[in-house]
């Protein structure tokens, strides 16, 4: 064999091993095996969101840890069997939203059974009911398959946690394949929502173990936290807004609270620690509503590729809180 018919056989099959493993999702992946299930979805979530509006937060975090864990495989749903499951690693208030899924599981199962993933439910019920309540909209390629593990500690170890500094928070999102425009971007995401004060009381009354606050965090802001809101350290039940006033509107809130260092955790302030996600966040401030949402999609889009189950990988899960057995 010649030297250059050598190098062709060995890119052909380069390029067959990356197709052959390169998961491949597609927009409209259910058209032909189920027409109707991606309207499902949409209908019920457009039906149902506007009665409880914080979900859509829910919904969107639940994507998020979904995919940082395994991949988007909706593992994040999976009930604790004989081991500790995702959704027993704290802080787990996307409780909320285990429900909302399993009743459009329901509704996709009796239209076409065993054909639509939970994982894919996952990925079109946050996209759309962050649609339905005003925010931005992008595209959810479809295809993704259940996983059949769910581990406590690898949740722990991939999720970052509201104490993690800008090196943590780098490497976590680097092991997804995602880099710091994406961080800033996804972080934007804390434009709507709610917080328990358990997840950074610390900040208000502990900071270094001697009693005092974190210096990072605007005092005045610290002071009406803890006068208003979550009055001791131990408060595991009161909720704040992330983005107060707004905690429904998926504005630029967020990123003016950062610059006014009045971002709840130590991870929203690790932002301005680094001279580029600083300036991406004055960027993103500083830039149309319009211009946020264009590359906020583009990074929601990378991140809802994560390591995704394709083809005959994992299963379709029957009900979406348990493998099929
Ligand atoms: C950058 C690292 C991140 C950290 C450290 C972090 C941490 C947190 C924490 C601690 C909470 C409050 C949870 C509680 O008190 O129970 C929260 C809420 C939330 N996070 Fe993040 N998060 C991060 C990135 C993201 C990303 C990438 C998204 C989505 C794209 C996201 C979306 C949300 C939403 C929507 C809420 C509000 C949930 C609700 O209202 O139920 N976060 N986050
Ligand atoms: C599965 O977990 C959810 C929430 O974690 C809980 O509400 C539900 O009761 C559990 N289901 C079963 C059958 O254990
Ligand atoms: C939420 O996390 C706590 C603490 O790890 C755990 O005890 C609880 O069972 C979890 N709740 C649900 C519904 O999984
Ligand atoms: C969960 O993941 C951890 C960390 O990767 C691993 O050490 C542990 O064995 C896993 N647990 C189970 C039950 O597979
Ligand atoms: C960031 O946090 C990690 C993990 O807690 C720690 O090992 C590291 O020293 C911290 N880095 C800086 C620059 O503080
Ligand atoms: C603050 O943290 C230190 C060290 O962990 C602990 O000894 C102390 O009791 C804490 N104080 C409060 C008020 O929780
Ligand atoms: C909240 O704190 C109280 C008192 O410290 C404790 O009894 C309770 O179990 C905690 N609840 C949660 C959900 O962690
Ligand atoms: C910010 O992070 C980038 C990427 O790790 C690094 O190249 C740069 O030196 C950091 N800047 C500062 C001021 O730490």
Not at 96 to 121: Q, W, Y
Not at 180 to 208: E, K, M
Not at 292 to 313: C, H, L
Request: glycine share 6%; net charge neutral.
């Amino acid at each position: 064999m010649g030297g250059q018919s050598y190098y062709k056989v060995l890119i052909i099959c380069v390029v067959a091993l990356f197709v052959s493993t390169h998961a491949q999702l597609e927009l409209g992946f259910y058209a032909k095996s189920c027409p109707k299930a991606e309207n499902i979805i949409t209908n019920f979530v457009h039906d149902h969101i506007h009665n409880a509006p914080s979900l859509a937060a829910a919904l969107l975090r639940m994507h998020f840890h979904d995919c940082f864990v395994r991949g988007c495989d909706g593992s994040v749903l999976l009930n604790s069997t004989s081991n500790e499951a995702e959704k027993d690693a704290p802080p787990n208030l996307t409780v909320r939203g285990f429900d909302f899924i399993d009743r459009i599981k329901s509704l996709v199962e009796a239209e076409c059974p065993s054909v639509v993933s939970c994982a894919d439910i996952i990925a079109l019920a946050a996209r759309d009911s962050i649609v339905h309540t005003g925010g931005p909209s992008w595209k959810v390629p479809t295809g993704r398959r259940d996983g059949v593990i769910s581990n406590k500690t690898e949740a722990t170890n991939n999720i970052p946690a509201p104490s993690s500094n800008f090196t943590t928070l780098q490497t976590l999102f680097a092991n997804q394949g995602l880099d710091l425009n994406d961080l800033v971007l996804l972080s934007g995401a804390h434009t709507i929502g709610i917080s328990l004060c358990t997840s950074f009381s610390n900040r208000l009354y502990n900071f270094t173990g001697k009693g005092d606050e974190d210096p990072s965090l605007d005092s005045e802001y610290a002071k009406n936290l803890k006068t208003l809101k979550c009055k001791n350290i131990n408060d595991n039940t009161t909720i704040v807004e992330m983005d107060p006033g707004s905690r429904n509107t998926f504005d630029l809130g967020y990123y003016s609270q950062v610059v006014k260092r009045r971002g709840l955790f130590e991870s929203d302030a690790a932002l301005l620690t680094n001279s580029t996600t600083k300036s991406l966040v004055n960027q993103f401030l500083q830039g149309s509503i319009q211009k946020f949402y264009a590359e906020f999609a583009k990074s929601i889009e990378k991140m809802g590729q994560i390591n995704v189950k394709t083809g005959t990988q994992g299963e379709i899960r029957k009900h979406c809180a348990f493998i099929n057995s």
